[in-house]
């Protein structure tokens, strides 16, 4: 199996562990919980920040002692409802205590400057249509630059169509060349309508270094260190994906493959 696709380690507790470490790189850190009611997850980053998403479900959430009550409320992710989210600065505590069965998703990345506490959604988050045709897909940007809440992250969620593609045309973000392209380390959390079902994401390099292909499953993660990233998922099965991205810029700049650039300029003109 390729290093890039990282299958669940379990079906309870701490399913998901992705470190700079494991993942090979400098920036960006992916943890996903299922919990049952009553049970919780707890952390402190003493140098990163952390964007705590409720993928489904709803929980208790103190951090730093500060009470956020009860939050969440969607579910059932493929109810396309924004979601509930929570920033957490870096050296500071948070614990989350289930109230029903929850999915929740501890995305972190470098602290830089200073942010507070604050819930992020789902007020103040709204659903953007992206693409044409088959390419249609719908955003929920959790937070993303156009949001100063954070220092390094860039969080954000996609529902993509059954039969569609998503981030694509291909496009790369892995160069520091601001304002023309930003260097962006990212992992796709994904989830499947049915479950049973699957798709496929390609990781490749313009010069072929770095040329993947992968079937993902319902719950999988996929790491993009470098390259080209599209994802294609088949006729009867509706793709959710969220995205966490960071790198020494907190800007999403990318650029496609100018193989395919011809697909996104002809939509612009349209």
């Not at 700079?20 to 997850?41: I, K, Q």
């Not at 954000?156 to 962006?184: K, M, Q």
Request: charged share 25%; net charge negative; with cysteine.
């Amino acid at each position: 199996m390729t290093s890039l696709l990282r299958r669940p380690v379990g079906t309870t507790g701490k399913v998901h562990d992705i470190t700079p470490e494991s993942a090979g790189w400098a920036h960006v850190g992916f943890a996903l919980y299922r919990l049952a009611p009553g049970e919780d997850a707890t952390a402190r980053e003493d140098d990163r920040e952390t964007v705590l998403v409720l993928v489904e479900g709803r929980a208790r959430i103190e951090v730093e002692g500060e009470d956020f009550g009860e939050v969440g409320g969607r579910m059932d992710v493929f109810e396309r409802t924004p979601p509930s989210a929570i920033y957490v600065p870096p050296g500071t505590s948070w614990i989350a205590r289930a109230t029903t069965p929850l999915a929740l998703a501890v995305c972190t990345g470098p602290g830089r400057g200073t942010y507070p506490p604050r819930l992020l959604g789902p007020d103040g988050i709204e659903t953007v249509t992206r693409g044409k045709g088959a390419n249609t897909r719908f955003i929920h940007n959790i937070a993303m630059e156009d949001r100063d809440v954070a220092g390094s992250l860039l969080v954000t969620e996609v529902f993509t169509p059954d039969g569609n593609w998503s981030s694509y045309p291909p496009h790369r973000h892995d160069e520091a060349d601001f304002p023309n392209i930003t260097l962006l380390e990212e992992t796709y959390y994904h989830r499947l309508n049915p479950p049973q079902g699957f798709g496929f994401q390609r990781v490749y390099t313009e010069d072929g270094t770095l040329d993947e292909t992968m079937a993902f499953a319902d719950g999988d993660v996929v790491l993009v260190p470098r390259g080209h990233h599209p994802v294609g998922v088949p006729y009867g099965y509706e793709s959710y994906y969220l995205n966490v991205m960071a790198g020494p810029l907190r800007k999403w700049r990318f650029q496609n493959d100018p193989a395919h650039d011809w697909i996104f300029r002809r939509d612009q003109k349209d």
